[in-house]
């Protein structure tokens, strides 16, 4: 199974090297020297067909810069080779049952298809998407009442993850699970306070 694990950013230097944003908590595992991943460039306009490109790379070396990964790969000798290579997604091969050293974090499928409940067990719907934004991941979560919805995923919204079980346990607050229901309850008040 493939995990996403960065994404290649701006070139470092004439060499070849490149700057990664990380999306693993494990970079010194996954960008080792010598570890395979796999990148998948998006489709960008005016290249022919559209399709993304891809392939494997081979880390060379790794190390820290300013609080930025910077990453020198086998296949990519220079500046120009390691520009092209903007905006890649890079992604390493995990066996299905592996786990992240750190009990309370998880890859990303083993995360999709989880049943979501309250915490009195009341269903909500399936986690369909696990979005890595930058100010914290978020869960895409598809309702039968709402549609998708959106939940930040921290403790305090999201307690309980049971893997074995198959579910995670989300916080009803007033709003996050029914926004509209919160929309119509914010005009009817607004409307009693007019009146």
Same mark, same amino acid.
Request: aromatic share 4%; no cysteine; glycine share 10%.
């Given at each position: ?23 693993? /908590? ?5 960008? !080792? ?9 998006? !489709? ?24 930025? %990964?910077?990453?020198? =790969?086998?296949?990519? @000798? /220079?500046?120009?080779? !390691?520009?092209? *290579?903007? &905006? ?22 083993? %995360?999709? &298809? ?8 009341? !269903? ?8 890595? %934004?930058?100010?914290?991941?978020? *869960? ?31 916080? /009803? %607050?007033?709003? =996050? *699970? ?5 929309? @119509? ?11």
């Amino acid at each position: 199974m493939l995990v996403t694990v960065g994404r290649i950013g701006r070139a470092h230097g004439l060499r070849g090297e490149v700057s990664v944003d990380i999306r693993t /908590d494990e970079p010194e595992r996954r960008f !080792a020297p010598g570890s395979s991943l796999w990148f998948e460039l998006p !489709a960008r306009s005016g290249s022919g067909d559209g399709a993304p490109a891809g392939g494997t790379l081979t880390v060379r070396s790794s190390r820290l810069h300013g609080g930025r %990964l910077v990453v020198a =790969l086998d296949e990519v @000798s /220079d500046r120009t080779a !390691a520009e092209q *290579l903007r &905006g890649a997604i890079v992604r390493v091969e995990v066996d299905v049952d592996e786990r992240p050293a750190d009990g309370e974090e998880f890859y990303d499928h083993q %995360l999709i &298809g989880l049943r979501v409940q309250t915490e009195d067990g009341s !269903a909500v719907g399936s986690l369909t998407e696990v979005l890595h %934004l930058p100010g914290q991941d978020t *869960l895409s979560i598809s309702t039968s009442t709402a549609g998708e919805v959106l939940v930040p995923f921290v403790a305090a919204l999201v307690p309980t993850v049971d893997l074995a079980a198959g579910y995670i346990v989300v916080t /009803d %607050l007033p709003g =996050l *699970l029914e926004p509209d229901a919160a929309d @119509s309850a914010d005009a009817r008040a607004a409307h009693r306070d007019r009146t």
